[in-house]
Structures are given as structure tokens and as C-alpha cells.
């Protein structure tokens, strides 16, 4: 029994800090494509605002307009900005929700004795809470209130 509580504490330790781990790649992929997604709408809004308001009647300056206005609608940086600042914000959003359990896991996977099974005991008990809190709906207001 004594060999087999390391094993326990450990493998409840992994599953803790893959589930807040999985969970933040998740949240993250979804905030970087929105991200990139509002960044490119906002660049393509400004170019074709600019490309819409010609100043002049010069043929010459006006299609002059509208080919840097074609390129800088090519533009990948934009979209490559605004994905990288939605990862940044789905991972900080979403891994601070997971403190808790990333915390008790991680504890109970580097640690020895007794204070890896306090982490393995913080993880389980943060599971419980989850499963209660957001799955059974416990300590929740009512929306339809």
C-alpha cells in the first residue's frame, strides 16, 4: 500500500495539470482565432475606407491608390498580431481560472510524502467543486430569476 500512493498521487497530479493544460489550448486557439479574425476586419475596414475616399480626379493617382490599397489588403501581419494577442489573452484568462488545480497538481507531482498527497487532495477536491459548481449547478443564482 505505502508503494502504491506515490503512484496514485502522481498520476492524479498528470491528469490535474493535463486537464487545466488541454483546457487552456482550447480557450487560447479560440481566442487567437477571434483575435486574428477582429484584427483582420479592422485592417480591412481602414484600407477600404482609405480606398473609397479619393481626393483627386488624377486617373493615375487613383489607380496608384487602389494597387497599395490591394496590397495592403494582402497584409498578413495584421491577422498574425491580432491571433498572437488572443493566445496571449486565452491563455492568461483561461490559465488563471485554472490556478487552483495547476497549483495542487503540480505539487503533487514534484513533491514527496505527504505534501504530494495534499496536492493530490487539492486536486481532487478542486474537481469536486468543478463537477458541483458547474456541472450540477450547485451555489449558481438561477438565470431565469
Not at 488563471?96 to 503540480?106: D, K, Q, R
Amino acid at each position: 500500500m505505502k508503494s502504491i500512493t506515490p503512484i496514485i498521487c502522481k498520476t492524479v497530479g498528470a491528469a490535474g495539470l493535463g486537464v487545466a493544460l488541454y483546457d487552456t489550448w482550447k480557450v487560447s486557439s479560440h481566442f487567437a482565432k477571434a483575435g486574428g479574425e477582429n484584427a483582420a476586419a479592422e485592417h480591412y475596414q481602414k484600407v477600404y475606407a482609405t480606398t473609397r475616399n479619393i481626393n483627386n480626379i488624377s486617373y493615375v493617382s487613383n489607380s496608384v491608390q487602389k494597387k497599395t490599397a490591394d496590397l495592403r489588403d494582402k497584409n498578413p501581419i495584421p491577422r498574425v498580431w491580432g491571433s498572437i494577442k488572443g493566445r496571449a489573452t486565452g491563455v492568461l484568462y483561461t490559465l488563471c481560472n485554472w490556478l487552483p488545480t495547476a497549483g495542487c497538481a503540480s505539487l503533487a507531482l514534484l513533491a514527496k510524502g505527504w505534501l504530494s498527497k495534499l496536492g493530490a487532495a487539492g486536486v481532487l477536491l478542486c474537481s469536486v467543486y468543478n463537477i458541483c459548481h458547474n456541472g450540477f449547478g450547485l451555489g449558481k443564482d438561477n438565470p431565469m430569476t
